[in-house]
């Protein structure tokens, strides 16, 4: 007994070390995995991938578009026939008619009918094709909503993005800056120690320091607030750590296209103009609809019925008292074929109205159809137009730049020689700053606005 029991203890004691060993490597492949995704490196593709995965305007669009879908399906399924069947029975006191000898009684009844009918509209003025073909249309057009959606989402991903490049650019940019600063203000100083300065030349030179920490923090604040929003554009937790890819190449590549070239591409890009090209043919299709009220209706159905009563057969010569059930369901089984015509001649003008109502609303739809080409060509030439203007400004900028910097290198040698004051060189040197932080503006600027036109023309990140 006691040399089973020590086995046991062994495999009891290595089950518990196996286990114990289990839950510790688990325990450290879940640290390694959420430490993995806190870091998070995004491309914008793949931020637009997540933006558009999780984001909930998106997800509602779809349930929306699901739900058109379901129309359409619905309407497919209407021309097909109806079959239905149907039981009924009563306890009856009294007088009541029993319908399987159509005569009344006067005596507690047990009375029962079942029925199978069936039915199939085989005209009805098109009514029903055409509702198919509308609702099919209606489906494009809340599938070209939720693209609406996704675009508007990608355009706000794109924007945050760049945002967040930039804003960290003029960090790297406010940091050297800074730097240059305490460069200047400890050569000041031991100019000053040297006593070839006086204290003013230091305190400028402090103040320089100052102001390029300032930078720092406002730019700082800037990129904190750019960051949160756009996590949480793409639903990432406030913890998670992203960092973004940059483009490949410094300078933008783009090819200038005249206007109505890009226009042209993004009529058949964007999905406004699928939408408003839905609506009015749905507008269309809804005339007809409409129209096909004035036409007569040809319904075919037919059907197979039977009916019971527990008091038939009695004080009878053909049956037995209480007659089975199944004996009176196939004695009294009837079945019938029929075809219904029905002539609309009179409505209150409802038909006639409800035309002319469709024609007003397929009027309209044209009309938003050209309204919305004509924004579609509004917005491509503005963006063709800012597009321009930035590729101005961004070389004007780097013209500008390179101009303070070469200021600032002579005012500071002419200051190290005694020819310059100070001031002059604070002056340069706050010129040449803010020539900096506008290129880096420019800079993205002309990529932000060069995405838009590409993103019109239906062309893809590559970065």
Not at 199 to 228: F, G, H, Y
């Amino acid at each position: 007994m006691s040399h089973n029991f020590s086995i046991k203890d062994l495999l009891f004691d290595h089950m518990s070390y196996c286990i114990k060993l289990f839950s510790i490597t688990i325990y450290l492949l879940l640290i390694e995995n959420l430490s993995a995704f806190s870091q998070v490196k995004l491309s914008l593709k793949q931020a637009i991938n997540i933006a558009l995965t999780d984001n909930l305007q998106v997800k509602q669009s779809q349930v929306t578009e699901s739900i058109a879908n379901q129309n359409f399906r619905q309407s497919k399924f209407n021309i097909l026939p109806t079959l239905n069947a149907n039981i009924n029975e009563s306890l009856n006191f009294g007088r009541s008619l029993d319908y399987t000898t159509y005569s009344y009684v006067t005596q507690k009844t047990n009375l029962a009918n079942e029925s199978i009918t069936t039915s199939v509209t085989l005209f009805q003025g098109l009514q029903k094709i055409n509702q198919i073909a509308a609702n099919r249309l209606l489906f494009q057009s809340d599938k070209s909503a939720t693209q609406k959606v996704k675009n508007d989402l990608m355009l706000e991903v794109i924007n945050n993005y760049i945002t967040i490049l930039s804003s960290q650019d003029q960090l790297t940019a406010a940091q050297q800056q800074l730097d240059l600063a305490k460069q200047q203000l400890d050569v000041s100083t031991k100019i000053f120690n040297a006593g070839k300065k006086m204290a003013s030349d230091v305190s400028v030179a402090k103040s320089q320091v100052a102001k390029a920490e300032l930078n720092i923090t406002t730019i700082q604040n800037q990129l904190n607030n750019s960051v949160v929003n756009f996590k949480q554009l793409l639903n990432l937790s406030p913890e998670t750590k992203i960092n973004l890819s940059e483009p490949k190449n410094d300078e933008v590549q783009f090819q200038e296209k005249a206007t109505l070239d890009i226009y042209n591409k993004a009529l058949h890009v964007l999905p406004e103009t699928n939408k408003a090209l839905y609506a009015r043919l749905y507008a269309e299709k809804q005339v007809m609809i409409q129209k096909g009220a004035y036409y007569p209706s040809i319904v075919l159905s037919s059907g197979i019925a039977s009916n019971y009563s527990h008091i038939l057969g009695m004080d009878s010569m053909f049956f037995t008292p209480q007659s089975r059930f199944l004996t009176q369901f196939k004695i009294n089984l009837t079945e019938y074929v029929q075809v219904s015509l029905s002539i609309p001649i009179f409505n209150n003008f409802s038909t006639r109205i409800n035309v002319k109502k469709a024609k007003l609303d397929l009027e309209s739809a044209r009309l938003d159809e050209e309204t919305t080409k004509n924004e579609i060509y509004k917005v491509v030439n503005q963006a063709n137009e800012d597009l321009t203007a930035a590729k101005k400004t961004y070389e004007y900028s780097k013209e500008e730049y390179n101009a303070t910097l070469d200021t600032y290198n002579t005012m500071y040698k002419r200051y190290l020689t005694g020819l310059s004051n100070p001031i002059d060189v604070n002056q340069a040197q706050n010129e040449m700053n803010s020539a900096q932080f506008d290129l880096i503006h420019a800079k993205y600027d002309l990529l932000l606005k060069s995405e838009i036109i590409d993103f019109y023309q239906g062309r893809s990140m590559d970065y």
